[in-house]
């Protein structure tokens, strides 16, 4: 009512006038959560100017909503936006803040939601090192303003709504961002702790995300998804691409989750159900009883790779404990080859004629063939080049 009485009579009032706080009647009403208000002081043709940030801000959903829609009913394209043509003498944000930017750091799903609805972005800042014109002018015109644009520009990249809703692929965009962030607090050492807070934000996220695996399987095709590859299928042999990933970006707090850890203990002692369970006693029984029968277990595997036998071959666990007792095995033939052992244990226990063939191989050390022994190292050392062969046929260098 008042304002239709005095609609006419600018010189006592004034729909734009603002308090000692620079607060115009819109932004009182956004402060104030007074919809009603703000839908009528809209109505009237009051001046917006930057009542969209201030509405983000307040994490006002309604007058955000509201003010988005006055915004594009009255905006023509090719001109600035309201919050743009703001006076920056007197302006509450800077003219690098967009209202994305804003929600960013506010982290409001529901605002950034509504923005990236009507096609806000946010694009990636320059390199810290980029010689382009803008980098240069914006540089040299003011450098703090320039690397505080560039630190409110990745604190809401980093924002872990906007992530979630902007990004197809919400790991790879924090493990990315994060080893970005990484890099700048090296370069930037001024703003160091800033980037590193927003690195420990973006890995927290990223780590969050293994909590909302309820199941194995949700986690085992999380960790497996690989966007460049076939679809993994449960009950495939597992790749971890992602795993791999987060070695990659040296994500330490992702790789050490304990439903990471959980799963990688049950790939490693899959085959041997309850060894861990067992005492110490038991467990090295164990390991000692498949050490003893690697050389049946190799043989099986070469001859029929995908029987029983040949399969719990390929279990990582029992694959470490038969490499780890071959190369043992490995290593004791080329001490028993070095120190001529069969040689001095025929001598102990040999007959006369024993004695002396081996008296006559001494003799003719030179042109005699090779032992029990050499031609066990010679075996391995033939077998050792052929797996390396074998291993860059199929990985490659």
Same mark, same amino acid.
């Given at each position: 009512?008042?304002?239709?009485?005095?609609?006419?009579?600018?010189?006592?009032?004034?729909?734009?006038?603002?308090?000692?706080?620079?607060?115009?009647?819109?932004?009182?009403?956004?402060? !104030?959560?007074?919809?009603?208000?703000?839908?009528?002081?809209?109505?009237?043709?009051?001046?917006?100017?930057?009542?969209?940030?201030?509405?983000?801000?307040?994490?006002?959903?309604?007058?955000?909503?509201?003010?988005?829609?006055?915004?594009?009913?009255?905006?023509?394209?090719?001109?600035?936006?309201?919050?743009?043509?703001?006076?920056?003498?007197?302006?509450?944000?800077?003219?690098?803040?967009?209202?994305?930017?804003?929600?960013?750091?506010?982290? !409001?799903?529901?605002?950034?939601?509504?923005?990236?609805? #009507?096609?806000?972005?946010?694009?990636?800042?320059?390199?810290?090192?980029?010689?382009?014109?803008?980098?240069?002018?914006?540089?040299?015109?003011?450098?703090? #303003?320039?690397?505080?644009?560039?630190?409110?520009?990745?604190?809401?990249?980093?924002?872990?709504?906007?992530?979630?809703?902007?990004?197809?692929?919400?790991?790879?965009?924090?493990?990315?961002?994060?080893?970005?962030?990484?890099?700048?607090?090296?370069?930037?050492?001024?703003?160091?702790?800033?980037?590193?807070?927003?690195?420990?934000?973006?890995?927290?996220?990223?780590?969050?995300?293994?909590?909302?695996?309820?199941?194995?399987?949700?986690?085992?095709? /999380?960790?497996?998804?690989?966007?460049?590859?076939?679809?993994?299928?449960?009950?495939? #042999?597992?790749?971890?691409? #992602?795993?791999?990933?987060?070695?990659?970006?040296?994500?330490?707090?992702?790789?050490?989750?304990?439903?990471?850890?959980?799963?990688?203990?049950?790939?490693?002692?899959?085959?041997?159900?309850?060894?861990?369970?067992?005492?110490?006693?038991?467990?090295?029984?164990?390991?000692?009883?498949?050490?003893?029968?690697?050389?049946?277990?190799?043989?099986?595997?070469?001859?029929?790779?995908?029987?029983? /036998?040949?399969?719990?071959?390929?279990?990582?666990?029992?694959?470490?404990?038969?490499?780890?007792?071959?190369?043992?095995?490995?290593?004791?033939?080329?001490?028993?080859?070095?120190?001529?052992?069969?040689?001095?244990?025929?001598?102990?226990?040999?007959?006369?004629?024993?004695?002396?063939?081996?008296?006559?191989?001494?003799?003719?050390?030179?042109?005699?063939?090779?032992?029990?022994?050499?031609?066990?190292?010679?075996?391995?050392?033939?077998?050792?080049?052929?797996?390396?062969?074998?291993?860059?046929?199929?990985?490659?260098?």
């Amino acid at each position: 009512r008042i304002i239709q009485e005095y609609r006419d009579n600018t010189q006592e009032f004034d729909i734009n006038c603002v308090d000692p706080l620079n607060r115009s009647a819109l932004i009182s009403a956004i402060e !104030n959560e007074n919809i009603d208000l703000i839908k009528l002081l809209l109505q009237e043709n009051i001046q917006v100017k930057d009542g969209l940030l201030h509405a983000i801000k307040e994490e006002y959903v309604e007058a955000v909503e509201v003010l988005l829609n006055w915004e594009e009913d009255h905006h023509k394209p090719g001109e600035q936006y309201t919050w743009e043509k703001v006076d920056r003498a007197s302006a509450t944000f800077t003219a690098d803040i967009t209202p994305l930017i804003l929600a960013a750091h506010k982290n !409001n799903y529901e605002i950034i939601k509504l923005l990236l609805d #009507r096609g806000a972005t946010l694009p990636m800042p320059h390199d810290v090192r980029c010689g382009c014109d803008d980098c240069v002018v914006s540089s040299k015109t003011d450098s703090l #303003r320039h690397s505080q644009a560039r630190i409110n520009a990745y604190r809401a990249l980093s924002s872990s709504s906007l992530i979630s809703l902007s990004s197809n692929d919400p790991l790879l965009t924090a493990f990315e961002l994060s080893w970005d962030l990484r890099r700048l607090s090296k370069m930037e050492s001024e703003f160091k702790i800033d980037y590193l807070e927003m690195k420990n934000q973006v890995q927290t996220f990223a780590t969050s995300l293994l909590d909302h695996a309820r199941t194995s399987e949700e986690l085992e095709i /999380m960790l497996n998804y690989d966007p460049q590859g076939e679809t993994w299928v449960t009950g495939e #042999r597992q790749t971890l691409e #992602r795993l791999k990933l987060a070695i990659k970006y040296k994500q330490k707090a992702f790789i050490a989750h304990p439903n990471v850890q959980q799963l990688l203990a049950s790939i490693w002692y899959e085959g041997l159900p309850g060894f861990r369970r067992k005492k110490m006693i038991g467990q090295g029984f164990q390991v000692a009883k498949i050490g003893m029968m690697f050389p049946v277990y190799c043989t099986i595997y070469m001859l029929a790779p995908t029987s029983p /036998m040949g399969l719990f071959m390929k279990k990582p666990f029992v694959k470490f404990i038969c490499h780890s007792t071959s190369y043992a095995f490995f290593l004791m033939l080329l001490g028993i080859a070095s120190q001529r052992l069969e040689i001095l244990f025929l001598e102990l226990v040999g007959t006369d004629w024993v004695q002396d063939m081996v008296q006559e191989w001494k003799r003719k050390e030179r042109g005699t063939l090779f032992g029990i022994a050499e031609c066990g190292v010679i075996i391995y050392v033939i077998s050792l080049i052929w797996a390396e062969i074998k291993s860059l046929w199929s990985d490659g260098l």
